[in-house]
């Protein structure tokens, strides 16, 4: 079944909103890291387990979501990971240590996981592949507001309200948007999987077939790494901007904001930046260029607005490169696009929750600058293998 163009875009309306509050409670922690690491009397690079266990998490969730999704429908399975979220974040505003932050931080991540793959594996179920860019673009504008959200949010509540009160406000937005889930979809029926057999043993053998295909092993792969050097990086750089250039908490977290805002202007014209730059490889080559200079910008300017220049380029470049790898994500096993798209996002947060543990040994060293340029450095390489890869579909 597909919707017409109204009920799609009010069924996205409501998605976005989940995949919205999704974002936010990933990014949420990250201006968070000199508070916390002060609160709890340890160094930011070990406050950063909150971002890194909440990644791992998120990931390994994502071999069971798939097949739950395709079994029991994307949607009434999404609703229910937004109202786990609601509590599990009620719950964190509530720990009284480090170690139970880290614990509930890893049942956030685990429970936020089967809402925005699922919601694009219901897009590439519902949208064709002509217009899949451009609808996946703008749910990624409701994911993108929710990280900038959870950017500010995070340093604003960590240095005027208490850090405890970001949790109690997301787990309101968690609440208000499973309420909306319930009410929309109540009355939509349940899927029934495009997968022969109804064990989760088939399930799960579909996966190691879906595992067999070269070109769904390529796109992986490559995912893999960017989440490692984009989402590795990404987790400090308010931290960097905290200590280059002696920058509150709320500020950094605004600056950071401006990483998202480039997201927006791509996500509000990829039809025409698709037509603009000449197709995907285009918008591959352009967000490489624009990631790796973003990131040394970063690392190196020594003038705010140059950084925050940084941020804005890096933003566009990143999410203009990524969204092209969402499309290949979506039709690379179209017959099981739930499991496929899923098998991604645990890819993409297996890099990140690696990215942020590598990165974080450079932090308390001081050497935060040299980890943000090589990053940049990989970002370059791995795009012209990217360029190949989406020439070759």
Not at 161 to 177: C, D, Q, Y
Request: aromatic residues 12%.
């Amino acid at each position: 079944m597909t919707f017409t163009a109204q009920a799609e875009r009010n069924s996205l309306r409501v998605m976005g909103l989940a995949g919205f509050a999704s974002m936010a409670s990933m990014r949420l922690c990250d201006p968070m890291l000199v508070v916390l690491g002060q609160e709890f009397q340890v160094t930011t690079g070990d406050a950063s387990r909150v971002v890194s266990v909440f990644a791992v998490c998120y990931g390994v969730l994502q071999l069971f979501y798939g097949p739950l999704g395709d079994r029991f429908g994307k949607l009434r399975v999404i609703s229910l990971a937004v109202l786990a979220c609601a509590v599990f974040s009620a719950i964190t505003s509530m720990a009284s240590d480090l170690s139970l932050l880290v614990v509930m931080r890893g049942f956030m991540g685990a429970a936020a996981a089967g809402i925005i793959p699922l919601s694009m594996a219901w897009i590439g179920d519902q949208v064709a592949y002509d217009r899949r860019q451009e609808t996946l673009a703008r749910f990624m504008g409701y994911t993108v507001s929710g990280m900038m959200a959870g950017l500010w949010f995070g340093g604003f509540a960590a240095e005027h309200l208490g850090w405890r009160s970001a949790f109690a406000m997301l787990s309101a937005v968690f609440s208000v948007a499973a309420f909306m889930l319930w009410r929309k979809f109540r009355n939509a029926p349940a899927q029934a999987s495009a997968v022969g057999g109804t064990s989760f043993k088939a399930y799960f053998a579909n996966t190691f077939q879906i595992l067999r295909m070269k070109r769904v092993r390529q796109v992986l792969a490559v995912t893999s790494i960017e989440g490692a050097l984009v989402f590795g990086a990404m987790a400090f750089i308010p931290t960097h901007l905290h200590e280059q250039y002696d920058m509150s908490l709320v500020f950094a977290g605004s600056v950071m904001m401006l990483y998202g805002v480039g997201g927006l202007v791509y996500s509000q014209l990829a039809r025409r930046w698709m037509g603009w730059l000449g197709g995907e490889r285009g918008l591959v080559r352009t967000g490489t260029a624009c990631i790796a200079l973003g990131m040394l910008t970063v690392a190196w300017a020594n003038q705010p607005v140059l950084g925050m220049l940084g941020c804005f380029v890096t933003g566009f470049g990143f999410y203009m490169l990524h969204n092209t790898l969402q499309v290949q994500a979506t039709q690379m096993a179209p017959a099981s696009r739930g499991t496929a798209v899923t098998l991604f996002a645990c890819l993409l947060f297996f890099g990140q929750s690696t990215g942020v543990l590598l990165v974080a040994q450079s932090v308390d060293r001081g050497w935060l600058p040299y980890a943000l340029m090589l990053a940049a450095l990989g970002v370059a390489v791995l795009g012209g293998v990217i360029y190949r890869l989406v020439g070759r579909h």
